[in-house]
């Protein structure tokens, strides 16, 4: 059953990602050949107008397979035509049908390329509704603090709302945990609110046993329900959160912060889908439901900036050279461009594949 929810579940994410290109290249003009789920051979195909819609054998990955998406264009020799190789890919693009995708205009294909990433946060969006409307939101509120650390030593009590910390927003609670684990031994300015009065101190993390620095503060666990517009508020916030941890982790995984082996991939995540749908369904369908909710928002958020990061082979690497386009005023040539996806593609699957071995290595050693 475990295995069944999460291929449910990263069906789910890959057809919002996909559609979000698809429903985008409609809407320019340009011709989907192909829209599929999955990689490898077609079990389940079947064509409608111009578009054949495919199941896979692989059920990971999937895409939307546009007319001219490659930005191929037929070559000719120099001693044939005599030109630069620069006026004949010009020459050939003005050959290209009308909806093909490098016929549009640069802004067009901008708008497709970055609507699989934005349909991932509108997924991530309606999951946070969802969850905030069942069962409310974390306030950046204060439970209690820990005997002899800054927060304490500072006058910070029980029931106290944080609400900035240093040039950053709270929110949630989570924020602030996460705040100090990505701000470890830096100075906090604190800003919080007590009876409708704000007050700011200064707090230097103290190292616990764990070797870890923390602030003291106890909270999280509260949840608090709202009407329409807070639920509307604090799902995008719930969003924010999710977003801003992908980046600040990215940030972490660079320098050194977090170790390669807590990186999980596809098979970790089925495990991390399993013990979370094990927990819950103890509690009836309805806990289940928001588990995997949860843990949905969670992959489609991440699964959104991954796709975002200037990687050659992803949508942010694909955007680069449209935005470079829009500047110069004229297209990278395709063949170098498509060196450099191929390239990063490589680099790609043999990450994939060390995140693979990770994974196996974590649950079975």
Not at 73 to 91: A, V
Request: some cysteine; charged content about 20%; overall charge negative.
């Amino acid at each position: 059953m475990r295995i069944i929810i999460a291929l449910l579940i990263f069906s789910l994410l890959i057809i919002v990602h996909e559609l979000g290109h698809f429903l985008l290249a409609k809407r320019g003009g340009i011709r989907v050949n192909e829209f599929s789920l999955g990689m490898g051979p077609r079990l389940l195909s079947k064509q409608l107008g111009e578009t054949r819609y495919s199941l896979k054998l692989f059920p990971f990955g999937g895409s939307c397979m546009m007319e001219g998406e490659d930005g191929l264009y037929e070559e000719e020799t120099l001693e044939e035509t005599g030109d630069s190789r620069e006026d004949r890919r010009e020459e050939s693009q003005r050959k290209l049908p009308s909806y093909s995708f490098g016929a549009k205009s640069v802004w067009v294909r901008i708008s497709v390329v970055a609507a699989g990433p934005v349909f991932n946060f509108i997924l991530a969006f309606l999951l946070a509704l969802f969850i905030i409307g069942s069962i409310g939101y974390d306030e950046p509120r204060v439970q209690g603090v820990a005997e002899g650390f800054p927060a304490q030593e500072a006058g910070i009590q029980p029931g106290d709302k944080i609400i900035k910390m240093n040039h950053t927003r709270i929110h949630v609670y989570r924020e602030v945990s996460m705040y100090v684990q990505t701000h470890q031994q830096e100075t906090v300015n604190v800003v919080y609110e007590r009876d409708g009065e704000r007050y700011s101190v200064t707090l230097e993390p103290k190292q616990a046993e764990d070797g870890q620095y923390y602030l003291g503060f106890k909270g999280g666990g509260v949840q608090v329900r709202g009407g329409i517009l807070k639920t509307l508020e604090y799902s995008l916030y719930e969003v924010k959160y999710w977003i801003s941890l992908t980046i600040q982790s990215l940030g972490m995984l660079i320098q050194g912060q977090v170790g390669a082996d807590e990186v999980s991939g596809p098979v970790g995540i089925v495990n991390a889908i399993g013990e979370s749908y094990e927990t819950s369904r103890q509690d009836g369908f309805f806990y289940v439901l928001l588990s995997m909710a949860y843990m949905s928002l969670l992959l489609t958020a991440n699964l959104g900036v991954m796709n975002l990061l200037p990687i050659p082979a992803l949508d942010g690497g694909r955007l680069v050279f449209l935005f470079l386009e829009a500047i110069r005023g004229k297209a990278v040539d395709p063949e170098k461009e498509g060196m450099v996806h191929f390239a990063g593609l490589m680099v790609l699957m043999a990450v994939m594949v060390l995140v693979l071995f990770n994974d196996v290595r974590q649950i079975f050693f």
